[in-house]
């Protein structure tokens, strides 16, 4: 089992990272902010302008450490990584399924499949836990809506379809998703819909950069088992996409992310003022509310669940990593079915 390791996120821009005898040193306008042993990391991450030196850039690929740079809002620009891991023998497997109908189509309807019911899920406990009855008979509604959609895909074949299905899945679901905030919090997080880039509302700009830091965590647990990242399943070829890290997020999604967003909000650790208008009509988190998410991000990784398919209790924070090695047996054909992440 892959041991937990921390990620060292870092926010503060103008920072610079170097590594001394085996420690990495953050250091800002020549002052240290923070030193710790480099043998704690299992990947960093880096928002805005941060610079980091050659020595630890070429130790991290070394040693297989992920290092990514985001931009302050967490759009992802680019990855260091040393040399392709795993048996080249796996790649091949993956890249030959990808050629394959039959398979893309079974693991799009699994990748989905599990989606759509993790989403239903939430819903269902958003219900239990809501205030006001309108509220829940709203979810309750939504969550039947799932379970109809999950019920027509198990008999559709054709990738597009399935991702047809996936779209209106997540169009019903993010329509009544604010209805899980708290009344007197509502106005300040309403959401119309799911938009992007850029997010046009706080819950959006939220579910964003929680987003990027998963897609972070997927694509590294892919390239952790030498599975290559860009080629994706579910989320077509798109170069510089790492397309199947994408794919392993979809069923996390509402695990690792949208619940998490739920929580601070209704808890108040993060607030409106901790996410802010641009020029534009665009919402990002201030520097401070961003600490919180991650601080947040990090220690829900640290929650332990049980895992359907290992039949034993495993941090939250390693479900992308053990997802990935399901993915990389059934390409071997050690097993027939790729079996989904489904949080109870």
Not at 239 to 268: C, H, K, Y
Not at 280 to 309: C, M, N, W
Request: contains cysteine; glycine residues 8%; aromatic residues 6%.
């Amino acid at each position: 089992m892959r041991q937990l390791l921390n990620t060292l996120y870092v926010t503060t821009e103008g920072s610079y990272l170097h590594l001394e005898r085996d420690n990495v040193r953050v250091e800002v306008e020549r002052e240290l902010r923070l030193q710790l042993p480099l043998h704690h990391l299992g990947a960093v991450v880096c928002f805005g302008e941060v610079m980091m030196s050659p020595a630890l850039m070429a130790r991290c690929a070394e040693d297989g450490r992920s290092i990514a740079f985001l931009s302050r809002t967490g759009r992802f620009r680019c990855r260091v990584e040393g040399p392709t891991s795993g048996n080249v023998l796996l790649r091949r497997a993956q890249h030959r399924a990808l050629d394959d109908p039959e398979k893309v189509a079974n693991l799009c309807r699994a990748l989905v499949g599990g989606k759509v019911q993790n989403c239903r899920q939430s819903l269902l406990r958003g219900s239990r836990d809501a205030e006001k009855e309108a509220d829940g008979l709203a979810l309750r509604e939504a969550a039947g809506d799932l379970a109809r959609a999950l019920h027509h895909l198990e008999k559709r074949d054709d990738p597009d379809t399935i991702r047809g299905y996936e779209g209106e899945a997540a169009h019903r679901y993010f329509q009544v998703f604010d209805r899980m905030v708290r009344p007197e919090d509502r106005a300040d997080f309403a959401m119309k819909g799911r938009t992007r880039r850029p997010p046009r509302d706080r819950m959006n700009a939220l579910l964003s950069f929680l987003y990027s830091l998963l897609a972070h965590d997927c694509a590294a647990a892919a390239e952790g088992v030498g599975l290559d990242a860009q080629m994706g399943f579910l989320h077509t070829l798109r170069p510089g996409r790492p397309g199947l890290g994408l794919d392993l997020m979809e069923e996390l999604r509402p695990v690792l992310a949208d619940r998490l967003a739920l929580t601070l909000i209704n808890r108040r650790q993060v607030t409106a003022k901790g996410l802010v208008e641009r020029e534009g009509g665009s919402f990002e988190l201030t520097d401070e509310a961003r600490k919180e998410v991650i601080v947040a991000y990090q220690t829900r990784k640290q929650e332990e669940v049980q895992h359907p398919a290992l039949q034993e209790k495993i941090p939250l924070g390693l479900v992308p990593h053990v997802q990935a090695r399901v993915l990389a047996r059934w390409l071997r054909g050690e097993i027939e079915e790729y079996v989904p992440f489904l949080y109870r």
